[in-house]
């Protein structure tokens, strides 16, 4: 199962059915990191420095970000969709085809 780290704005229903599911999931709110205008570069070093894919809703910066510089642990980009429960599963499906979630 993925080590995965959810930014501030990622819906907290999905990484309920993404634990449930036996992913590894820590949110920044648990992290101590919310709230406090990280950038997203950090955000970013943060899930990385613990060896952890991002889960994000910020699709545009998150992209550039990965584009400029694919030394990370792994980006998920997610577009908002109220079927939290299809969304995890959507995502359990992308991890499950992927060896490993590092730089993509």
């Keep these: 199962m993925a080590r995965l780290y959810a930014d501030e704005n ?5 990484v309920e ?3 449930r599911f036996g992913h ?5 709110q648990e992290d101590g990191c919310a709230g406090q205008a990280i950038t997203d570069p950090a955000v970013l070093a943060r899930a990385t420095e613990q060896g952890r894919a991002l889960l994000t809703l910020n699709r545009r910066d998150f992209i550039r970000l990965h584009l400029h510089d694919s030394r990370h642990g ?8 109220a079927d939290f429960e299809r969304q995890a599963e959507r995502i359990a499906a992308v991890i499950g085809t992927c060896a490993c979630l590092d730089g993509r």
Excluded: N
Aim: proline content about 5%.
């Design 24 to 28: 590894e999931v820590l949110t920044i």
């Design 17 to 19: 059915h993404l634990r």
């Design 10 to 14: 990622f819906p907290l229903q999905v």
């Design 74 to 81: 792994g980006i998920i980009a997610c577009t908002f969709d």
